[in-house]
């Protein structure tokens, strides 16, 4: 199920990292336009996550501009029963929101193919062909 109307669509998303140990859970904005899943430092740290100096950075082109972000690694993230181990996340500290965690982006949703049924207030994610 998705919130929102328009073109400000969140969906809800769990990340684990060190097992069941660390578990942070909720709504992430959708963005097709975002290459990295965003998360602000504290909810990395929620997460057991440090984000450190020596961390690779990457620069973000944002709707407020360009920022420079650090990229940690989370261990899993949950879209309802799909599972994704691994995933990169870019740190942003003004990606996140009242109502939202941060950006879900490509590395995350490219693996899929998306379906907005507005009727039933959902986004399908359905694994894409393999090439």
Known sequence: PYAGRG???TVPVAFVHQGEKNVVEGQMLLDTGATYTTLTKRTL??????VREGDPVVRLHT????????IVLVDEV???????????????????GEDHLGLLGLNVTGGYNLFIDGDAEEVVFTPRAEH
């Open 7 to 9: 073109r400000r669509l």
């Open 45 to 50: 740290a929620a997460l057991g996550i440090v």
């Open 63 to 70: 709707a407020n501009g360009e920022r420079e972000a650090r």
């Open 78 to 96: 949950w879209l309802g029963d799909l599972h994704l181990k691994d995933v990169a996340i870019a740190t942003c500290e003004e990606c996140a």
